[in-house]
Nanobody, 122 residues
Framework: QVQLVESGGGLVQAGGSLRLSCAASGLTFSSYAMAWFRQAPGKEREFVAAVSWSGSSTYYADSVKGRFAISRDNARMRVYLIMNSLKPEDTAVYYC???????????????WGQGTQVTVSS
């Protein structure tokens, strides 16, 4: 049974930083691309960042480019999202997702975590 468990969310002031972590189990982690999506109240789930199975390629939404960094540790079966210079508009539930192929498109991802809340105060 595949499980993705996010952690690291919380309340932070604008300009602050957070590090999200996603722990995976039940899958051959090194064969999966991993991604972070987010969903704010009343909005659709949107792509934030993705990393290829090897970690050699990363992809970012324009809204977070230069502020967020995605990375993975295949030995520990974890993926991380370091978020710097946070803005109130970054407030959302952040989800970790896994799929054999890297994509910006949420419906293509087979596996999802339960999400972790990130709230950025102004």
């Amino acid at each position: 049974q595949v499980q993705l468990v996010e952690s690291g969310g919380g309340l932070v002031q604008a300009g602050g930083s957070l590090r999200l972590s996603c722990a995976a189990s039940g899958l051959t982690f090194s064969s999966y691309a991993m991604a972070w999506f987010r969903q704010a109240p009343g909005k659709e789930r949107e792509f934030v960042a993705a990393v290829s199975w090897s970690g050699s390629s990363t992809y970012y939404a324009d809204s977070v480019k230069g502020r967020f960094a995605i990375s993975r540790d295949n030995a520990r079966m974890r993926v991380y999202l370091i978020m710097n210079s946070l803005k109130p508009e970054d407030t959302a539930v952040y989800y970790c997702a896994a799929d054999p192929a890297t994509s910006y498109y949420a419906p293509l991802y087979n596996y999802w975590g339960q999400g972790t809340q990130v709230t950025v105060s102004s």
